[in-house]
């Protein structure tokens, strides 16, 4: 039975590939698009995300917008640099035929959550403030989703946004916080793996050339993506494989070593944006303090739910299924 999933997503380049690889999937069931702010502004995305899913027939697919900002903080900056104004390579696409779902983006991943308990997997591949206001306005949902799988954060590589943080983090470390401290099940696709899993110049030139609409789209929205990462990281035009690598944990997650340890997120000062990855559990439970402190009767104690980290993956093998998955016709 294929697995259900709501992809919560910012679109953005990488983002395309990762969502065109789950719609071609037999094994994945995509519910739903949920936009939210982070590679472009979220009407962009929301546009974006029609666009997706009108590209190959799967316009059935409802697409709701969601949070044009983060939860506490104000709108600092979106992925202009990465993703172009449009967030698809400055390709400036004609406008979709499609309409949004009336529902936030929250509300949909509510409904959705509440109308099949325990079945859908959450995949955010943007910021976490769709994830995280879905949970405060109903905690419900929390154990009855079956898991979130996220691209996000990095347990002991360098940041990509800054010295320390990841883009996605750093855009909603409040969101963030909500979603690692929720007692369900996270897993985090990091810039430890996806940094690693490098799309080479000549493994673009063999996607191409399988002519099916889904790769002709990648072609023409990714030299942005591709100038950005040379001018960074002087890759040649090389890119990392950041959001595709969620697609592929979901299908194989036998192709990544995980770790489980309690992730916390840093919401001020120089290292805002950081995911601290707990390995040794050396960070004290929280306390909470409405119950005593000092050993008092009543005291409780607060642990942190351990997230699944990926730390290594097989390179080559998520690369090959991306391929398969990409150039399926």
């Not at 009407?43 to 027939?57: H, I, K, S, Y």
């Not at 494989?241 to 194989?252: F, G, I, K, M, W």
């Amino acid at each position: 039975m294929a697995q259900k999933i709501i992809i919560d997503t910012d679109p953005g380049i990488d983002d395309a590939m990762a969502i065109l690889a789950a719609l071609h999937s037999p094994d994945l069931e995509v519910l739903g698009l949920t936009a939210v702010f982070g590679n472009a502004v979220v009407d962009t995305c929301a546009q974006n995300a029609l666009r997706l899913v009108e590209l190959e027939g799967n316009d059935h697919i409802p697409v709701a917008k969601g949070c044009a900002k983060p939860l506490v903080l104000p709108l600092d900056s979106v992925g202009t640099l990465v993703h172009g104004r449009d967030g698809f390579g400055n390709t400036n696409l004609p406008e979709p035929c499609g309409k949004l779902d009336p529902r936030h983006a929250a509300q949909f991943i509510i409904d959705t959550v509440l109308a099949h308990p325990h079945e859908v997997t959450l995949m955010p591949l943007g910021p976490l403030t769709n994830i995280a206001l879905a949970c405060i306005l109903e905690p419900r949902i929390i154990p009855l989703v079956k898991e979130v799988v996220l691209m996000g954060g990095s347990a002991f590589a360098l940041g990509n946004v800054s010295p320390v943080a990841e883009a996605n983090i750093f855009h909603d470390p409040h969101a963030a916080e909500v979603v690692f401290a929720a007692p369900w099940k996270v897993t985090m696709i990091g810039l430890d793996v996806t940094m690693k899993i490098v799309m080479t110049p000549e493994y673009l030139s063999r996607l191409y050339a399988a002519g099916t609409p889904a790769v002709r789209f990648l072609e023409h929205i990714q030299p942005c993506y591709q100038d950005f990462h040379h001018a960074i990281h002087g890759m040649g035009g090389a890119i990392h494989t950041h959001d595709p690598a969620v697609t592929a944990y979901l299908l194989a997650p036998e192709l990544f070593y995980c770790e489980r340890m309690p992730v916390y997120v840093e919401t001020a000062g120089h290292c805002f944006g950081k995911t601290i990855a707990d390995k040794y559990h050396k960070i004290f439970p929280s306390l909470n303090l409405n119950q005593g402190i000092g050993g008092e009767a009543g005291e409780v104690l607060v642990e942190r739910p351990s997230t699944t980290i990926a730390l290594r993956a097989d390179e080559a093998g998520v690369l090959n299924l991306l391929f398969d998955l990409l150039t399926k016709a």
